[in-house]
Structures are given as C-alpha cells and as structure tokens.
C-alpha cells in the first residue's frame, strides 16, 4: 500500500487524538529521572509558541507546520544537528565526518564510506542505550517508507555495524550531504533522526506500513533530545521535561511549555502580556514582529535573512516569446528598484538579493564574486528592451514589429502576502518605462492545480529557501512546475558536479559556477531577503534566531533563564 502524504496526516491525527482523550500513559520514569537538588529550587521554565493550531506533526514524516520543527529537535536529537550558522555540529555522536578527520572517505573507484561513533552515555527517553543498530534500522525504514527517507538514500551501497557504537555506511559514488545522514534537516520534510529499534522493529516487521499508526507517534514517543514528552494537547499545548538522561548533561531548563497559537493578535498579546518568553518558527511578519519590538520592553527580536524572493521565468511556450531572449530579462531587472522595494516591504531590515543565496548561508561570501549584478537603472532597462526589437510609442508603451503592446504576466499566492506586494511593487516599476502588466492573484484553490500552476505566461513569484542544498531541485529533470522548467545542460552539469562534490575547495568552485550561470542568465531573477523573526524573552539565555536550515532549538540543552 502506497501512502500519501495526506493519509500519514490523517493517520498521525488519529494516533494523537489519544492524547486529549487520556491516551496511553507513559513508562515510568527511568532510575535517576528525578533532578537531583531541585525539591526546594523553583523549577526553571520557558514558555513557547508556534503560530500553528495544531502541529500536524512531532515528527516531520507526516509533513511540517512551521515551529514543529523545532518541536521535533526538542525531543529527539541527530547524531549531528544544523547550528545557528549553518553548519553541521556533533550532537549524540562524537564528531561529524569528513575528510579531515577521517571518518569520510573517498576511493578511487568513485566509492566512498562515511563513519560514525557515537557518544558515550547517549540514550533513548527509556534508558535503552542508542545503538548502532538503531541507526541501522533508520536506514531499513527509509527504504520503506519514503517520509523516512534521507535525499542521499539512493546512494547507499551498504550498512555495517561493527559494534554497537559504530556505523559504517558505503556509498556507491560521492554525496555531498552524506554527513548528514543522521541529522535533522528542518524544511527539507525528511525525517532522518534515529527511530528506536527496540521499540518499532517488531510492528515494522510485521506490517511495515502499521508502523506509522503507533501511539508511539503521540503520547507515548519516546526520543533522544534534550527533553522528553509529558503533555500533549492536541489544539492548545505540547508540555515537555528535562532529560536527566541527555547524551551531555541535563539541560538547564527544566520545562518548557509550547503553546499553539495560530491568530497573530492572539500572540501578540500573549508576548506582550509575558505570557509567552519565545517564539519558534515562521509566523510573525515583519510588521507583527516590529509592532512587538516597538512595545516590548521584555524582550528582543532577533532575526536571519533565510528565504529569497525570486520571480521565476517561463521557459516553456512564454508569452511573449521574446521573454527566452536573455536580454529582455536582463532590461526587465534593471527596470525594478529592488532597494526601495526591500526598504518598504521589509522594512530596511534585509539587503537586495544579487545572489540567490542569502547572507546567513555559509556559503554566500564565498560565491560572492562571481554574481553578476544589475543595479536599478531605468535608462539601461529601456535600451535593453529595445534591442530585443521592440520600439516606444509615443505614449512610451513599448510595441513590437507587429505593433503589439509588450505586456508581461506576473503571478504570486493570494495567501503569501510579501509574495502579493512584491508582485504589485514590480508592476509598479515596469509600467513607468513602457511595459503593459498583468499582475494576477493565484487564489488558493488554483494553487494545486497543477495545469494551472504551469501553465504561468511569464513570471512566478515566491519565496524560497536561499541555501545550496535546494540546488538539485532546479535541475532539469527534477524542476517544481512553478519555476518555469529551465533546461540547459550546462546548468545540470553544475548541479550534478556540486552534489558529487566532497572536498571544499571544489564545491566552492562549482558554486560559484552555479551562483554566475543564474546571475549572469537570469533563469531566476531575485528580488530582496525576506527576514524570519524571532521574538526572545530578556530572561531567556542563549536562544537566538533560527539559523539557515536551522532552528532556535539546535542547542536547547544550553538554554536558560534568569
């Protein structure tokens, strides 16, 4: 039986009902799960929210509301997890693979083989030591069920586990993200954290696809994060306790409860109030976020530039045909005044977009020099287009040899409203200079019209996550229908070179290729960063803003309050 997305949903909401309705109760609490010390200490608490009601999920395989992910980090760790600058950290095992330290290595054949050692004392909520063959038995489920599924999967040759705190993995050609294999990657809707043997073997053995009907997945889940699940009210809260038991020490907080609050004046009030110390996950605009700043002498807001704007061309049967030609895109860029554009929308608080990698990528300054730029400049926007062939009236509207207005389409959501003003923002600087525009709203039921959602005449408009591992997704044979399907085999080389790429110095080469083909061909024309904002408590300690592929949960373990 095939299971789509929305069934794992459906399935998931059935299994946690359990929770409102008593559900099954807990194992008891291991030997030494009492804090030692903290009878007569008040005990430390943060109080959370995420702009959901509800999460659809703890775990990702059943799909992500924004803030679950870090939910998800909160309860069970990686043997490595993605800190707040987008880099990789060891977390229940001793140290991240790579070339240097000798844990991932390559062959001549083209093979390689990644290892992993994992840290002494590193358990599961039960007490049951993590093993290699609990890692083991993840890459089993993820052979089964695609929501388990790492990306590089497909490449995996075999599994060894030599002794119980050793997995060796051999891959049949190099992978870039192979030391991930075990970390959470937030956004990338794959669940690639440790699943205990001892616990879902026997049902994955029986009836692989029972595994996921579990109360495991609600009431009775069990991980290896920071902190361990005590309450779980579907539509209200999620209440989670320190684990005594973490892989390095308790974590200095105590609880911490996780309010589901999905209307934005609703949680405006409950920060101010000081109901609420935090926030996880997109939710708050930046105008909610500012509004907060503004009036909250409690608190912060912190935030990453971590998504990008982009307007996506049409390449398949554009209108007008002319839109193939480089130099129209490149006269229809210089047109827009992207500063004053991320200045009014974003509020000054984010830079222009030269390069489709944001500035909290860790590789962006590194790919720097090779973006090719357009600054605003009406005058070099009007000769552009005209040597295309096209020709002002005397109104200043430009018309081809037919005597056709030149007149371009423009799409964005109706439900993404820095989507929504961005797009009336470009039509606003096109028209000055001589372009027809036809901005058009894409309600919510078109959005999953496939046809429809192709179908685009000339630009799609949309956020989308400004880091290199989404590389692959604009490949020719691998292109979501909403970015217009460029094809060109140049590009794909790049592309299929980056993921191959172990050492750094090359993958920064083929970056850099990457980054130049899309500036310098604009198959995707960015606009500004958006920012994600993070509301921070003054009493609450060493949380920041959620970093690239990242979230503020990635070191919860050293969180605090005063």
């Not at 901005?439 to 919510?444: E, G, I, L, S, T």
Request: proline share 8%.
């Amino acid at each position: 039986m095939r299971l789509t997305r929305t069934t794992l949903i459906a399935i998931w909401f059935a299994s946690t009902a359990l929770v409102a309705c008593g559900g099954t109760a807990r194992p008891a609490s291991p030997v030494g799960d009492s804090a030692v010390g903290q009878a007569t200490a008040a005990p430390k608490r943060i109080a959370a929210a995420i702009r959901a009601d509800p999460p659809q999920a703890i775990n990702s395989f059943a799909g992500t509301i924004p803030g679950t992910e870090a939910i998800e980090v909160l309860l069970n760790s990686g043997l490595s997890v993605v800190d707040n600058h987008g880099l990789l950290t060891p977390q229940l095992a001793t140290a991240v693979p790579s070339l240097a330290n000798g844990l991932w290595q390559t062959f001549p054949d083209g093979r390689m083989q990644t290892t992993w050692h994992l840290a002494p004392g590193a358990q599961w909520h039960d007490g049951a030591p993590l093993t290699s063959g609990d890692l083991a038995f993840t890459i089993q489920v993820g052979q089964k069920i695609p929501g388990f599924r790492h990306p590089g999967s497909r490449w995996i040759e075999s599994v060894e586990t030599p002794d119980a705190s050793t997995i060796v993995v051999s891959w049949v050609q190099p992978y870039i993200y192979a030391d991930s294999l075990f970390a959470p990657r937030p956004e990338t809707a794959c669940y690639c954290t440790p699943l205990p043997d001892h616990l879902l073997a026997p049902t994955f053995a029986d009836d692989p696809d029972k595994l996921i009907t579990l109360p495991y997945w609600g009431s009775d889940f069990i991980g290896t994060g920071p902190f361990r699940l005590r309450e779980f009210v579907l539509g209200s809260h999620i209440l989670l306790d320190a684990n005594n038991l973490y892989v390095t020490g308790r974590p200095k907080v105590d609880e911490i409860d996780v309010q589901f609050i999905p209307d934005p004046n609703a949680l405006t009030a409950n920060i101010l109030s000081g109901r609420v110390d935090l926030t996880l996950g997109r939710g708050l605009s930046v105008e909610d976020a500012i509004d907060i700043r503004d009036r909250w002498s409690e608190g912060r807001m912190a935030g990453n530039m971590l998504f990008v704007v982009v307007m996506f061309p049409q390449f398949i049967n554009p209108n007008p045909s002319t839109l193939a030609d480089t130099r129209l895109r490149q006269g229809l860029y210089s047109a827009i005044d992207r500063q004053q554009m991320a200045d009014t929308i974003q509020h000054g608080l984010v830079s222009v977009a030269d390069s489709f990698l944001t500035p909290s990528s860790p590789d962006y300054a590194d790919t720097l020099s090779a973006v090719v730029r357009y600054p605003y400049d009406p005058r070099r926007a009007i000769q552009l287009i005209e040597s295309v062939g096209y020709t002002r009236d005397a109104e200043g509207s430009f018309r081809d040899a037919a005597n056709q207005k030149l007149s371009i389409g423009i799409r964005a959501n109706t439900n993404d409203n820095l989507a929504m003003h961005s797009m009336l923002a470009v039509a606003d600087f096109w028209r000055p200079v001589g372009v027809d525009v036809d901005a058009v709203p894409v309600p919510v039921p078109l959005q999953t019209d496939r046809s429809y959602v192709a179908a685009f005449p000339s630009f799609r408009l949309q956020m989308y996550p400004g880091r290199s591992d989404v590389f692959s997704n604009f490949r020719s044979a691998a292109q979501p229908n909403q970015s217009g399907s460029y094809t060109n085999p140049e590009f794909d080389t790049l592309i299929d070179r980056f993921q191959g790429t172990v050492s750094r110095p090359e993958q920064v080469d083929v970056l850099r290729g990457i980054v130049g083909h899309i500036t310098e061909n604009l198959n995707m024309m960015t606009l500004f960063y958006q920012l994600e904002p993070t509301m921070i408590g003054n009493r609450v300690q060493h949380v920041d803003a959620k970093g690239v592929g990242s979230t503020p949960a990635w070191n919860a373990a050293e969180w605090d309050v005063i």
